[in-house]
Antibody, heavy 119, light 111 residues
Framework: QLQLQESGPGLVKPSETLSLTCTVSGGSISSNDHYWGWIRQPPGKGLEWIGNIYYTGTTYYNPSLQSRVTISVDTSKNQFSLKLSSATAADTAVYYC???????????WGQGTLVTVSS | QSVLTQPPSVSAAPGQKVTISCSGSSSNIGNNYVSWYQQLPGTAPKLLIYENNKRPSGIADRFSGSKSGTSATLGITGLQTGDEADYYCGTWDSSLSVNWVFGGGTKLTVL
């Protein structure tokens, strides 16, 4: 059974970079049929897609976040990572890593990790 | 403002049926499959319906999905109190670049 687990600091200072890693277990990140993605959910609000990466390194980002987002993949560690620069309080959210396929389905989600941006 | 439009809330009594709509455009729903996600309080979203109307293994047949043109609908029959959750639709959007978009979410209350 595939499992995704987010890890990283739960508290980030304003203007600093928010960094999270997703570790994939129970399957290979080098899948031809899937992307690996990040989605966030501010407290009490809806889901917001951040971006996806293919195991080859090809990325797709939400245009509203593109200038601040970097998603990378490390196939040797079966991990992919998120960096969001110049964090503000508006970036406070539960961050989920997930596995979207090529056809509009996200079939696996991590449990989510709350990141608070505050001094 | 979400790209996909869902009603903020719906409600019905136990045992009844409810539908949740998801409205989009030709750049998203009109040319891509739609999926639906159930988010119980305090938990991660879970895939409920994929490719418009397919159920993953383990999802009860009380849940159904359909798509027509640029709109999609989630149906839930035989409502149970355990169905109280937020429901989200999602799909790809290719209006500017390749993006994934979600609806704003619908809170289901089982009265």
């Amino acid at each position: 059974q595939l499992q995704l687990q987010e890890s990283g600091p739960g508290l980030v200072k304003p203007s600093e970079t928010l960094s999270l890693t997703c570790t994939v277990s129970g399957g290979s990140i080098s899948s031809n049929d899937h992307y690996w993605g990040w989605i966030r959910q501010p407290p009490g609000k809806g889901l917001e897609w951040i971006g996806n990466i293919y195991y080859t390194g090809t990325t797709y980002y939400n245009p509203s976040l593109q200038s601040r987002v970097t998603i990378s993949v490390d196939t040797s560690k079966n991990q992919f990572s998120l960096k969001l620069s110049s964090a503000t309080a508006a970036d406070t959210a539960v961050y989920y890593c997930a596995r979207p396929d090529l056809y509009s389905t996200i079939d696996y989600w991590g449990q989510g990790t709350l990141v608070t941006v505050s001094s | 403002q979400s790209v996909l439009t869902q009603p903020p809330s719906v409600s019905a009594a136990p045992g009844q049926k409810v539908t949740i709509s998801c409205s989009g455009s030709s750049s998203n729903i009109g040319n891509n499959y739609v999926s639906w996600y159930q988010q119980l309080p305090g938990t991660a979203p879970k895939l409920l319906i994929y490719e418009n109307n397919k159920r993953p293994s383990g999802i009860a047949d009380r849940f159904s999905g359909s798509k027509s043109g640029t709109s999609a609908t989630l149906g839930i029959t035989g409502l149970q109190t355990g169905d109280e959750a937020d429901y989200y639709c999602g799909t790809w959007d290719s209006s500017l670049s390749v993006n994934w978009v979600f609806g704003g979410g619908t809170k289901l209350t089982v009265l």
